[in-house]
């Protein structure tokens, strides 16, 4: 793997980032009832991490000499609980095996400094699968 393509790696996890950003701000919206309300500040606590996950990524991306996308894909709505936990979670596990990769990667491509800028997105989505994982009794 060349540099340009592991930016091109890095824009389409930056893209995922803004998917989440839009789910979860569509499933903290959403999702009601008082069996929900802490389950709902998580998902808002994530939501800022996930801001935070964007910001790392573009930093990266222009610090290889890349341009962040500014592409969100589609996503699909699910303002019903169980739906809503279902697809953060599926979209959470997806970007924890991205996560792992593009940190492996950045070993092997001999940049170290991304590697490491990367590892604590990586133990954030971590702990966000656990959460969910959790919320849905699993």
């Known amino acids: ?3 340009e393509a592991f930016i091109a ?3 389409e996890d930056l893209e995922s980032e803004y998917r989440s950003i839009v789910q979860y701000t569509q499933h903290s919206a959403t999702i009601k009832g008082p069996e929900y309300q802490s389950l709902v ?3 808002k606590a994530h939501l800022t991490q996930e801001l935070t996950h964007a910001t790392t ?3 990266q991306i ?3 000499g890349g341009v962040p996308s500014v592409k969100v894909p589609d996503i699909q709505s699910a303002p019903e609980a169980p739906a809503a936990l279902e697809q953060d ?3 959470e596990e997806a970007q924890l095996q991205r996560y792992r990769d593009r940190v492996a990667q950045a ?4 940049l170290p400094d991304v590697a490491e800028a990367l590892r604590p997105l990586l133990q954030q989505t971590q702990d966000h699968v656990m959460d969910l994982q959790n919320a849905l009794g699993r």
Not at 107 to 110: A, E, K, V, W
């Open 62 to 64: 222009t610090f290889l």
């Open 41 to 43: 500040d998580e998902l």
């Open 1 to 3: 793997m060349d540099h």
């Open 57 to 59: 990524l573009a930093e």
């Open 107 to 110: 070993n092997d491509l001999g």
């Open 89 to 91: 979670l599926a979209l």
């Open 9 to 11: 790696l890095l824009n």
